[in-house]
């Protein structure tokens, strides 16, 4: 298949990039931020996520997120919400579109979401239900795509299970997530092909965490599928609490080094992208994982 002329990155710094962080990131600097990637020209930001601050601390200032940041008109900002607690907090909070988070492994859904995978459906409906409802995008991610932290390897048709059910409750979206970035581009392609059989590819997306170094890779892989949305965070920042030895995922800025070389367009200022992975990356006394950005940084620095 050709590669798309266009791609839809989802900038997840803001969510994914943070939730991990030990030490609270001051709410401004959390808005500061997504302001911030809004200027760049993202379409779509991963804002925050309405989940338990007993789980996840660094998320407890969710609804102040939301209510700090400017709205940019046409940037579909998206939060994680994993029941209905958090759904209505997120419509309240006047989020464009509402993300389900399972797993395709049973090991990853009893830690990150403390029930199985049939219960995690069954506790996503009303919020499927609720979400079209209040006329809200809905996207599903699937954690555990490409292998888990806790079982190992995850049957591709577990991955294309859990993509029917989440088509059944109506999600715009699906992400098909390597949480742990053990994939490797020749299982992308398998999974990705798996899956776009089932689901049009315009829909999927691919969320590669860059562990194994292999993230930008499976990009190039899963542009071979078809697949034109790819999620990102700027200085390769993120991780999930619950999958351990995760780091982050794949940088912002190595992402649009890729696409640029292939000629395809995503309406984001590349330059700007680095300025933030560096700003952000100071914020949080640490050197950036971009590859790119810190190369750009040093060739302005000398
Ligand atoms: P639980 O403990 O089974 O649920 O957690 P509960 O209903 O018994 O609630 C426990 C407490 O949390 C209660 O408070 C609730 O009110 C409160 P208490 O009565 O004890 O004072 N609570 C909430 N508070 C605010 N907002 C809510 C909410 N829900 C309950 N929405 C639950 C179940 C799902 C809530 C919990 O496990 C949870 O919040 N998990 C979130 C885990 C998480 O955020 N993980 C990281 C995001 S996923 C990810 O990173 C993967 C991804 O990037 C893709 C990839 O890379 O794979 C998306
Ligand atoms: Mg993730």
Redesign the pocket.
């Known amino acids: 298949m050709p590669a798309p002329s266009r791609v839809k990155i989802v900038e997840?710094s803001p969510r994914?990039g943070l939730?991990n962080e030990k030490d609270f990131v001051p709410t401004d600097v959390k808005i500061e931020l997504v302001n911030r990637l809004a200027a760049a020209g993202f379409p779509n930001i991963e804002a925050t996520?309405?989940?338990?601050?007993?789980?996840?601390p660094q998320?407890a200032d969710a609804a102040q997120v939301m209510a700090g940041i400017d709205r940019k008109p046409g940037i579909i900002y998206s939060v994680?919400?994993?029941?209905m607690?958090?759904f209505e907090?997120a419509r309240d909070a006047g989020a464009d579109e509402v993300?389900i988070?399972g797993?395709a492994s049973e090991a990853f859904s009893q830690k990150?979401?403390?029930?199985s995978i049939a219960e995690s459906i069954a506790r996503f409906e009303p919020v499927a239900a609720a979400a079209k409802a209040a006329g809200l995008r809905l996207r599903g991610?699937?954690?555990?795509a490409l292998g888990c932290p806790y079982q190992g390897e995850v049957p591709v048709a577990a991955v294309v299970d859990v993509a029917q059910r989440y088509l059944a409750l109506g999600c715009d979206e699906i992400?098909v997530?390597?949480?742990i970035g053990v994939g490797t581009p020749r299982r992308v392609r398998q999974v990705m092909d798996a899956v776009t059989a089932v689901v049009d590819p315009a829909r999927i997306s691919g969320?590669f965490?860059d562990t194994y170094g292999q993230a930008v890779g499976n990009i190039a892989a899963a542009l071979d599928s078809g697949i034109a949305i790819f999620h990102a965070s700027v200085a390769g920042l993120?991780g999930?609490?619950?999958?351990k030895g995760?780091t982050g995922?794949v940088a912002t800025e190595d992402v649009l080094y890729l696409l640029r070389g292939m000629d395809i367009d995503t309406g984001i200022d590349f330059d700007a992208v680095v300025d933030i992975g560096q700003w952000m990356s100071a914020n949080l006394h640490r050197k950036s994982s971009s590859r790119a950005g810190n190369a750009v940084a040093a060739k302005r620095a000398a």
């Open positions: 997840v994914d939730q996520s309405f989940v338990s601050p007993k789980w996840v998320m994680l919400t994993p029941n607690k958090g907090a993300v988070f797993a990150n979401i403390n029930c991610s699937i954690s555990c992400d997530a390597d949480t969320h965490h993120g999930c609490p619950y999958a995760a995922n």
